[in-house]
């Protein structure tokens, strides 16, 4: 039907019988039409009709009301990529931006329940579902990838299916890395070099650590542990799920400092530094230095509870089972009473009291530095032997302490790993002091036999106990560059010397920079922790002097 003859059939009809009958056989007529001659006729597909020059809706007279509208449905999602599309937005992931080192919060609503992770921008948002934060990213932004920070499932959103593409795993095992056995086992036997995103080389184990703003303290601490091999691969291998946060995040950096995929050559310890903060009461926190040794006191004793350790019974955590000996001690009290010539004379109670201690670490006294110079300058920077201020352990030289005069010795069975400290700061009522003086050590064969009480039946009289070294965090004190010389404070610094048991080289660490050492230059910085390994070998078949 052409254009005129379709015109002319409407004025027909208009021209009949009332405006009643009219209506219904327009609106006949035009069911009767084809779309293109219904569009032709003005009759569009909302309703509305063109009478007498006037528009009219059709919802006016034509009996529908608002009630009878259709309920705006729910969009569908998919539950599985459309053939031939399983890869489809996976081009648009940015490896290079992607850090999983950062605590797990929405950027949003900062909470740290249903996070993911937008593959695209490295950023986190809260769930997955239509009102979601992640939803709502991927609409605006463009972004369609996002990982689950809980179960590693990625997603794209905004249709919501999984993708189990095999080219993901590399960004799931970079943020839940996972070890074999037979893979921790490898760690210290065989040296392994891999390569960043960047193609930087870098030693799994050995890595720079982010020193956000003042937590170099934490560092050295977390660098030491993770050179403890016991200790190190039991939060390797163990499942923490269900641990406290503390344990878990403890075990996440653990197995980050030894991923050997990582896409950069270093860590932040940022999720574990907020969960210490929290757990301390803000004692150790980012922005604000504390004392290494403090801060590891603190976090062994609070590892060792989080991982059931008892607090009576020795030996029940891990923490324990490495660190932990005996120490006897031997404690007389010094009274002072008058002569015939009123005058003080000191004398020893003849009763020595005996009592059995445990301890993680022991406290080395450095002799007092001297006050004045010699007339060569030979004692600007004074050193003592680490054997001499062992001595304190030897059962025969007594400390006079509280009024009452001490000896000390350790006491079989000794533990896999020895912790000193080098007691360097002492306070008095007006100024910090540091003694500066040098601890000169052999890194290896340290025979620990003479500080320990004889006991034939846990060790062979004349047998050598040996330790060597595995870790050495060193003090350095720094002046602002707007300090006058011999004016304002001293900013401390820590950096640690780790043992590569795999190649037999030294490595120091000091935030993000690391760096190979000559073993013969460890003992040139001011030692202030160090961390013994027990050797298990037989004498005489342990390594070569370094």
């Known amino acids: 039907m052409s254009k005129r003859q379709a015109s002319e059939a409407l004025d027909e009809l208009l021209d009949r019988d009332s405006p009643a009958s009219k209506r219904s056989r327009i609106d006949d007529y035009n069911k009767s039409l084809t779309p293109t001659s219904a569009y ?10 063109q009478e007498n020059g006037t528009a009219r809706s059709s919802g006016e007279d034509d009996g529908f009301s608002d009630e009878d509208e259709m309920e705006e449905k729910v969009p569908i999602r998919q539950s599985a990529p459309t053939e031939g599309y399983g890869d489809l937005y996976l081009d648009t992931i940015d490896r290079n931006v992607l850090d999983f080192d950062f605590e797990k919060l929405c950027s949003i609503s900062l909470s740290n329940i249903n996070v993911y992770a937008c593959l695209v921008c490295g950023k986190y948002f809260q769930g997955r579902g239509p009102k979601s934060h992640a939803y709502y990213h ?28 095999k080219s993901l795993d590399d ?7 996972r070890y074999t056995r037979q893979e921790v086992m490898e760690f210290d036997r065989r040296p392994r070099i891999a390569m960043t995103l960047a193609g930087k080389e870098y030693a799994p184990g050995f890595v720079g650590m982010n020193n956000i703003k003042e937590n170099d303290y934490l560092n050295v601490i977390v660098q030491s542990l993770s050179h403890a091999s016991p200790l190190r691969n039991y939060f390797l291998l163990e499942d923490f799920n269900s641990a406290p946060e503390l344990v878990k995040r403890t075990s996440i950096l653990f197995r980050k400092i030894w991923n050997p995929r990582a896409f950069k050559s270093h860590v932040s310890p940022h999720e ?32 060792h509870l989080g991982l059931g350790g008892s607090k009576t019974k020795p030996g029940s955590s891990m923490i324990q089972r490495v660190f932990q000996g005996k120490l006897k001690v031997e404690s007389q009290a010094i009274t002072a009473k ?11 109670a003849a009763e020595v009291k005996v009592d059995i201690n445990r301890f993680l670490l022991l406290t080395l006294d450095l002799p007092a530095a001297p006050l004045f110079q010699d007339v060569l300058e030979s004692n600007i920077i004074p050193q003592v032997p680490l054997t001499t201020i062992l001595s304190k352990y030897n059962g025969v030289t007594a400390q006079e302490l509280n009024a009452q005069r001490k000896r000390y010795r350790l006491v079989h069975p000794l533990p896999p790993f020895l912790v000193f400290h080098v007691k360097r700061f002492s306070k ?20 620990l036999s003479p500080y320990v009480e004889p006991d034939p039946a846990q060790h062979p009289p004349g047998e050598p106990i040996i330790y060597d070294l595995v870790a050495n965090v060193v003090h350095e004190a720094v002046r602002a560059k707007d300090d006058v010389a011999d004016s304002g404070e001293e900013r401390k610094t820590w950096k640690v010397q780790l043992l590569n048991k795999a190649s037999d080289e030294w490595v120091v660490a000091q935030d993000l920079f690391v760096d190979k050492i000559r073993s013969e230059l460890l003992y040139l910085g001011e030692t202030y922790l160090q961390v013994w390994e027990r050797r298990r070998r037989p004498p005489g078949k342990g390594k070569g002097k370094a």
Request: proline share 5%; no cysteine; glycine share 4%.
């Open 338 to 348: 008058a002569d015939a010539s009123d005058r003080l004379r000191f004398e020893e």
């Open 428 to 447: 008095n009522k007006f100024v910090s002091e540091r003694n500066p003086t040098i601890v000169t050590f052999d890194p290896q064969n340290l025979d």
């Open 40 to 49: 032709e006729n003005g009759a569009e597909s909302r309703g509305e009709h």
């Open 138 to 165: 991927a609409l605006d932004e463009n972004h369609h990838v996002f990982i689950n920070m809980g179960t590693q499932k990625v997603y794209v959103l905004p249709e919501g299916y999984e993708v189990k593409s």
């Open 272 to 303: 574990l530094l907020q969960e210490i903060s929290l757990r301390s009461n803000k004692r150790f926190t980012l922005t604000a230095q504390s004392d290494p040794v403090e801060f590891l006191s603190w976090f062994l004793n609070h590892l």
């Open 171 to 177: 960004i799931k095992y970079v943020s839940d890395p």
